[in-house]
């Protein structure tokens, strides 16, 4: 009998060697319910495109086109390219339930720009501490979106061009591998 470790469980995201972890559907709709409108919608941004934080946050009103979310290149991690993600129909929903600006800056700060990462940051982690959730970041957003992806059978080509990864390899160690799904891939040899 094979015994699997859980490396992921050995290592948690707060000593910063482990990944962020993967929402459950539980976790999830806990953490969820426990954010204002204005996270909720931040997150599900991250969660429904699976962007980064960073850029989720920088997105103004302008950058929803019919029913598409574009992100800027100048606010995408390396600059390089403009890329726009249809809206999911769950994201349209909590577009619908979020009282946002018309123009300018989806989520403002104190300052009257962006909301600042460590403001989206401490938000969820009140959630998660309301919630008793270890482990998650607002990076398991874009994680779980990702790894949801590529468990739906989505090419790693298409994933790459939804996250806006420059090299496979990297969008590679995004992607969570259950126990399971490797059980289940040895069983076809």
Same mark, same amino acid.
């Given at each position: 009998?094979?015994?699997?470790?859980?490396?992921?469980? &050995?290592?948690?995201?707060?000593?910063?060697? *482990?990944?962020?972890?993967?929402?459950?559907? !539980?976790?999830?709709? &806990?953490?969820?319910?426990?954010?204002?409108?204005?996270?909720?919608?931040?997150?599900?941004?991250?969660? +429904?495109?699976?962007?980064?934080?960073?850029?989720?946050? &920088?997105?103004?009103?302008?950058?929803?086109?019919?029913?598409?979310?574009?992100? &800027?290149?100048?606010? #995408?991690? %390396?600059?390089?390219?403009?890329?726009?993600?249809?809206?999911?129909?769950?994201?349209?929903?909590?577009?619908?339930?979020?009282?946002?600006?018309?123009?300018? +800056?989806?989520?403002? *700060?104190?300052?009257?720009?962006?909301?600042?990462?460590?403001?989206?940051?401490?938000?969820?982690?009140?959630?998660?501490? $309301?919630? %008793? $959730?270890?482990? +998650?970041?607002?990076?398991?957003?874009?994680? #779980?979106?990702?790894?949801?992806?590529?468990?739906?059978?989505?090419? $790693?080509?298409?994933?790459?061009?939804?996250? *806006?990864?420059?090299?496979?390899?990297?969008?590679?160690?995004?992607?969570?591998?259950?126990?399971?799904?490797?059980?289940?891939?040895? !069983?076809?040899?």
């Amino acid at each position: 009998m094979c015994l699997l470790i859980d490396v992921k469980e &050995q290592m948690p995201k707060s000593n910063r060697y *482990g990944k962020a972890k993967i929402w459950t559907d !539980s976790d999830l709709e &806990q953490v969820l319910s426990e954010l204002d409108e204005r996270m909720r919608c931040l997150f599900s941004i991250c969660l +429904y495109t699976g962007c980064r934080i960073s850029e989720a946050r &920088q997105l103004r009103a302008e950058n929803i086109v019919n029913d598409c979310i574009v992100f &800027q290149s100048e606010t #995408t991690k %390396g600059g390089k390219r403009t890329r726009q993600v249809e809206m999911h129909d769950t994201l349209k929903t909590v577009f619908g339930e979020t009282e946002l600006p018309a123009t300018g +800056y989806l989520f403002t *700060g104190k300052n009257g720009g962006c909301i600042t990462r460590q403001t989206a940051d401490a938000a969820l982690r009140k959630a998660c501490d $309301l919630t %008793g $959730l270890r482990g +998650y970041s607002t990076h398991s957003f874009r994680r #779980t979106a990702l790894t949801r992806l590529s468990n739906a059978g989505v090419p $790693l080509r298409v994933i790459q061009e939804i996250s *806006g990864h420059a090299d496979l390899g990297v969008l590679q160690k995004y992607l969570e591998v259950s126990p399971a799904q490797v059980k289940a891939a040895i !069983s076809n040899i």
